[in-house]
Nanobody
Framework: QVQLVESGGGLVQAGGSLRLSCVAS????????MGWYRQAPGKQREFVAG???????NYADSVRGRFTISRDNAPNTMYLQMNSLKPEDTAVYYC????????????????WGQGTQVTVSS
């Protein structure tokens, strides 16, 4: 099983910046797609940004131009640089990833992290 652990959340004033990290760990695995999602109180989880294994990125309209997603394949870490934060960015941010594990059989995996809270004060 591949585990995902987020870090970097916190409290910041509007206009400030935060950098989130997501580290994948396990044995004998590869990662294809990685992404960030967020869930605000009383709302459904929504897509924020994604990045493929060849570096292609896409963003939700609400964060394009303010957030930047990146990844470092060694050591299996994804980042979300969040600038010009707004109170409406307040949410729990979740990391998601998928890929393959290599044991006796090659198996597809997909998992979520536990989430990290981002709070933006006005």
């Amino acid at each position: 099983q591949v585990q995902l652990v987020e870090s970097g959340g916190g409290l910041v004033q509007a206009g400030g910046s935060l950098r989130l990290s997501c580290v994948a760990s396990g044995s004998s695995f590869s990662i294809n797609n990685m992404g960030w999602y967020r869930q605000a109180p009383g709302k459904q989880r929504e897509f924020v940004a994604g990045i493929t294994d060849n570096g292609a990125t896409n963003y939700a309209d609400s964060v394009r131009g303010r957030f930047t997603i990146s990844r470092d394949n060694a050591p299996n870490t994804m980042y979300l640089q969040m600038n010009s934060l707004k109170p409406e960015d307040t949410a729990v941010y979740y990391c998601n990833a998928d890929g393959w594990t290599y044991g006796l059989l090659r198996r597809r995996w997909s998992n979520w992290g536990q989430g990290t809270q981002v709070t933006v004060s006005s």
